[in-house]
Nanobody, 117 residues
Framework: QVQLVESGGGLVKPGGSLRLSCTVS????????MAWYRQVPGKQRELVAA??????TYADSVKGRFAISGDNAKNTVYLQMNSLKPEDTAVYYC????????????WGQGTEVTVSS
């Protein structure tokens, strides 16, 4: 069974940085798409960034500020967040999905990020 555990959230001032980590266990193959989503109360969960073996993509709202990366040796996916804004405040979730297998769609428990002075 695939398990995802996020860490690294917290309180940061506007303009600050945080790095989120998502540790993966249970066997995620190379064709999986690893992604970070975020959600605020009352709104739909939105895609922040995604990475495969060949490319990474970002929401327009975070381009140039956030960077997604992976470390296969550590089975960990990172989200480096720079120049944080109050509107980045949300619960951030890690997701692992095999695009060829509909049931292979896994989520972590989330880590909260608050950007406030």
């Amino acid at each position: 069974q695939v398990q995802l555990v996020e860490s690294g959230g917290g309180l940061v001032k506007p303009g600050g940085s945080l790095r989120l980590s998502c540790t993966v266990s249970g066997g995620v193959g190379s064709r999986y798409v690893m992604a970070w989503y975020r959600q605020v109360p009352g709104k739909q969960r939105e895609l922040v960034a995604a990475i495969t073996t060949t490319r990474s993509t970002y929401a327009d709202s975070v381009k140039g500020r956030f960077a997604i990366s992976g470390d296969n040796a550590k089975n960990t996916v990172y989200l480096q967040m720079n120049s944080l804004k109050p509107e980045d405040t949300a619960v951030y979730y890690c997701n692992a999905k095999d695009p060829f297998v509909g049931t292979a769609d896994y989520w972590g428990q989330g880590t909260e990020v608050t950007v406030s002075s």
